[in-house]
């Protein structure tokens, strides 16, 4: 019998299995960092090379969702999926064998295309299936998994042998598992010419929405700047300031993504100017929290100061979103989303490494992160001033 005649999946189960693969190419994406302390005794390098092997994902993740983002509208979702969650295996094997800097900037590198491919097909592929439980799903699913990652990690490592390995182990079955998910899936669009020029980023901006992007790319900015500040250095900024356990360390990741996620549901329904300014107060507020949390070495306000930062990052984010994408036409919303990624993912990569470079040569960890926090601040407040102004010219 044909693949074809076989039983599929049913468009319910389909929609969970795809958000399952998304919740698990992020938790992939989060799971090193607990592990970062772990790297650096072994191999003796430094925090820059930390947010380096960082950055380097963040700029796999950026080329691939602009090279591949719209090519599962061309070849269809299953085939792109499939290939994604083979390469993502393959990262999570060099993750298993690696013996030294290399390996982890190789493994990064994989995992960002494939993540980037995956997120472009799994996000269309929701939307096929329902469109509002699809958007909601993919507004939730990535901080679910990131947290839920980075929790994981630090949990086996605490508790269970082998702590730079198990949990790589344990998401390859998670992802074989999906991977025959996938083959019983139903195909959920129609494979259609030009798969080949799809390859190429086309990143323009109409004119009827440049004002409106010089608004909300502060806002991106600030938010991915702090996603990637905690995701890189936030472990080790709890562990070396705080003496705490290294499961503590690894719920930064998972209080910033989950209380992201909590913000991005509760806001869903609100109106973007008032998403975006509850993005840039939370983000201050928590930003200053953090700074007083930092000084103080006070372990409960930190983590205070982290969830109002993961509620500043979905505000900041989901509002920015909001903000742009119904006043741009349909055939030109890929192009100004992928500008869009492109802000996010410098602001996720670049400030991390300079981070990195601050920790080292000027001043350590505790010094940087007071910086950082000033200039998370004053670019949230540019965003501020930036939206209130686009609101007063509005009204007249």
Known sequence: MSLAGRARLSPKVSLVLLASILVSFLAASAAPTPLYGIYQERWHFSPVTTTVVFAVYALAVLASLLTFGKLSDHVGRRPVLAVAIAVQMLSLVVFVFANGVPA??????????????????????????????????NSIAPGLGTGSGALLSALLIQ???APTRLVYVVLL??????????????????????????????ITLPRSVREPVLVVVPVLFAVWALAGFFGALGPALVRSLMNTSIVVAGLVLFVFAVFGSIAVLLLRNTAARTVILTGIGALILGMVVTLVSVM????????????LGGVGFGGGFQGSLKTIMPLVAAHERASVLSLLYVVCYVGLGLPTVIAGFLVVYAGGLPRTTDEYSVAVILLALVALFGVRRATRAASR
């Open 104 to 137: 982890l900037l190789a493994a990064r590198l994989v995992q960002g295309l494939a993540a980037g491919a995956a997120t472009g097909a799994v996000g269309a592929a929701m939307l096929d299936i329902d469109r509002a439980r699809g958007t909601l799903a």
């Open 159 to 161: 508790f269970l042998p």
């Open 173 to 202: 079955v998670i992802l074989l598992v999906q991977a025959a998910g996938v083959a019983l899936m139903p195909e959920t669009v129609t494979p259609m010419a030009g798969a080949r020029r799809s390859l190429r980023p086309e």
């Open 296 to 307: 103080a070495q006070s372990v409960p306000g930190f983590f205070v100061g982290l969830a």
